[in-house]
């Protein structure tokens, strides 16, 4: 095959052999292919799009460039579960855990934040002493039954090497937002870690990839149908993220939420959130269990046992105190009514731009910068009661964090029809 002639293909709308796909996709993790030719395939892609045949042969070449994790031996079903990223997102820190709790293995392989939304290890790592690397034997040790049952750790190198090249690729082409380009990236991943059992959190609306509800349901029913073709009981819930997940943003700040949750207390919308997707994960896993039971485990500390467990198996404390940003400021309402609107985009960019996210791979974020907010879309409010507090280490930041939230939140009279739409999308 010659490289030049699959990008053709693609130009013109052809679609691509399995013979072909396999060859590109090896080939590029081999260095065979360079940069520019899957750049220009990527984007030829992006434009005329893949088949569902096309995109299944795709996800397994990517698979296939690397090792794939076997938890056949642990004697129990597994189950994981995969958001498209949102903010304030922190459902897998309680969630793990609390599906840990009734027998079934949570294989939670995890990645960092790019750009606002955050990144599930970068909030652990909050934690003193937490660490995110483990080898292949100790993430066994850890779901095995004399281990909590549940780990969230890095996702090794050898897992897709292909995904990890493309998608860096992407994130500097313009070729992120793409159905079958995400639905292959995510799912190689997750077909590669080994898990029985899959259930997927597609976000949709302004702080998402994908901000409307068609392309969301694209995304899912593209991704469910990957995985129920490789053999994993994949199931998919389409969930908002037009605000922010609860009342944090930000990595030691969303620890500490996700613990008041494992003490039984929390933002109902976490709390339910994280009840959800574990009821779908347990029976997609073959072991059903009841709402009220899953809402009992976090409340009578099961789930919260799972966790410390989990959290000292990865040479983290879970009694250390949190670090603390040592500047905040805050923003107040300026007048009296009902909170309309609190963008999870605005605030997602607010958090970055305060230190919790970064702009390249390589950067390093900060665990105390964030936003706390203390009113959520439907909830009446004062004038001069504070809406958001900012927490940074670097208050040369505040100004720019500022500018990101001008448009982020509205405030409208209590007998307004903004306001009682927000005040019934609430209920
Ligand atoms: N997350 C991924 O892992 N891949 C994508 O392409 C998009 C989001």
Request: charged content about 25%.
């Amino acid at each position: 095959f010659d490289a030049v002639d699959v990008i053709a293909a693609k130009r013109d709308r052809q679609r691509l052999s399995d013979a072909q796909i396999d060859w590109v996709v090896d080939a590029y993790t081999r260095g065979v292919v360079a940069d520019e030719q899957m750049s220009a395939l990527a984007m030829a892609i992006y434009l005329n799009g893949m088949d569902r045949g096309e995109i299944a042969r795709w996800t397994d070449a990517m698979i296939r460039s690397g090792e794939r994790m076997d938890f056949s031996g642990l004697g129990r079903p597994t189950a994981d579960k995969h958001s498209t990223g949102g903010v304030g997102d922190k459902i897998t820190l309680p969630l793990a855990p609390l599906v840990a709790v009734f027998g079934v293995s949570v294989p939670q392989l995890s990645g960092r934040g790019l750009g606002h939304t955050g990144g599930t290890l970068d909030k652990l790592e909050s934690i003193p002493g937490w660490r995110a690397a483990l080898t292949n034997a100790e993430i066994l040790d850890m779901l095995s039954a004399s281990g909590p049952g549940a780990v969230i750790c890095a996702a090794g190198s050898g897992l897709a090497p292909a995904d990890k090249k493309l998608y860096a690729l992407r994130d500097t082409t313009a070729t992120v937002s793409c159905v079958p380009l995400i639905a292959s990236s995510i799912m190689s991943k997750k077909i590669a870690e080994g898990t029985g059992a899959l259930v997927l959190d597609v976000k949709v609306g302004s702080g998402a990839f994908m901000k409307e509800l068609d392309q969301a349901r694209e995304l899912a029913q593209t991704m469910v149908a990957l995985g129920t073709d490789a053999g994993v009981t994949t199931r998919a819930l389409l969930t908002d993220m037009s605000t922010p997940l609860g009342l944090t943003a930000g990595n030691a700040l969303e620890v500490r939420e996700a613990v008041e949750v494992l003490s039984g207390g929390g933002p109902q919308d976490v709390v339910d959130l994280t009840v959800a997707l574990a009821g779908e994960m347990l029976s997609a896993a073959g072991r059903p269990v009841d709402e009220p039971e899953l809402r009992a485990a976090l409340a009578d500390g099961r789930a919260m046992d799972v966790w410390r467990e989990m959290i000292r198996r990865q040479d983290g404390d879970p009694d250390a105190p949190l670090p603390v940003a040592p500047e905040t400021e805050t923003i107040s309402a300026v007048d009296d009514g009902v909170l309309t609107r609190l963008d999870a985009l605005g605030v997602g960019v607010a958090a970055w731009r305060l230190g919790a996210g970064r702009a390249r791979k390589e950067d390093p974020v900060q665990a105390v910068a964030g936003v706390e907010m203390h009113a959520k879309p439907g909830d009446s409010v004062r004038a001069g009661q504070p809406l958001l507090t900012l927490h940074t280490a670097t208050p040369e930041r505040f100004e720019r964090a500022r500018a990101a939230l001008e448009d982020a939140i509205a405030v409208c009279p209590a007998d307004s029809p903004e306001a009682r739409a927000a005040v019934a999308r609430r209920r």
